[in-house]
């Protein structure tokens, strides 16, 4: 019996193909919001194993890279397009181009990756833009800074990577960093 592609097979891996092939290494700004009737697409982060392969998988939006905004306990923060909490890490450094989280580090954080460089966002008012990652996927930026998903958030509203090891905080709207009082920037 033969298989035929269908086209919409050959259009993802169109997609994952042209996703490869960013080379910028800089934050590259994008605007807060698309043109109207535009839209972006995800890929997945890589992952060690295949369990944390598919929770990344789980956690990217489908459709769009759209940013949007969602009361937590934590405040209001930045979530993906599924309501999937997004987290900076304090080891980046604002505008560096890179990501201090690689190797073991990115099974427990992926990071947001788009194919678009202008990411989509809804009541978020912080400066969206992205930087391209070792493999060559785009990854997010909020204010010059990488965003990330933990794994142990396994649907919209779980916040458990908030505060982990003291160096894993949400975002709220304008891109800041949501810590416990007393603790600074």
Not at 9 to 26: E, K, Q, V
Not at 86 to 98: A, E, N, P, V
Not at 102 to 107: K, Q
Not at 123 to 150: C, E, F, R, S
Request: aromatic share 6%.
């Amino acid at each position: 019996m033969k298989h035929h592609v269908g086209p919409g097979l050959a259009i993802l891996a169109l997609a994952a193909a042209l996703s490869a092939c960013g080379t910028s290494t800089g934050t590259t700004p994008a605007a807060t919001s698309p043109a109207p009737g535009t839209t972006s697409s995800a890929s997945t982060a890589p992952a060690s194993s295949s369990t944390a392969s598919a929770s990344a998988s789980a956690m990217q939006p489908s459709a769009a890279v759209d940013l949007k905004t969602a009361s937590s306990s934590a405040g209001n923060i930045v979530v993906d397009a599924k309501g999937m909490s997004l987290y900076f890490f304090t080891k980046d450094t604002k505008d560096s181009g890179t990501s201090a989280c690689t190797g073991s580090c990115l099974v427990q954080w992926p990071p947001l990756t788009t194919t678009s460089g202008s990411p989509a966002a809804e009541g978020v008012t912080g400066k969206l833009g992205t930087i391209t990652t070792p493999d060559g996927k785009k990854q997010v930026t909020l204010n010059g800074m990488p965003l990330y998903y933990y794994v142990k958030d396994t649907k919209p509203g779980d916040v458990l990577g908030q505060g982990v090891g003291g160096v894993w905080y949400l975002s709220d709207p304008s891109g800041a960093m949501i810590k416990p009082a007393g603790q600074g920037y």
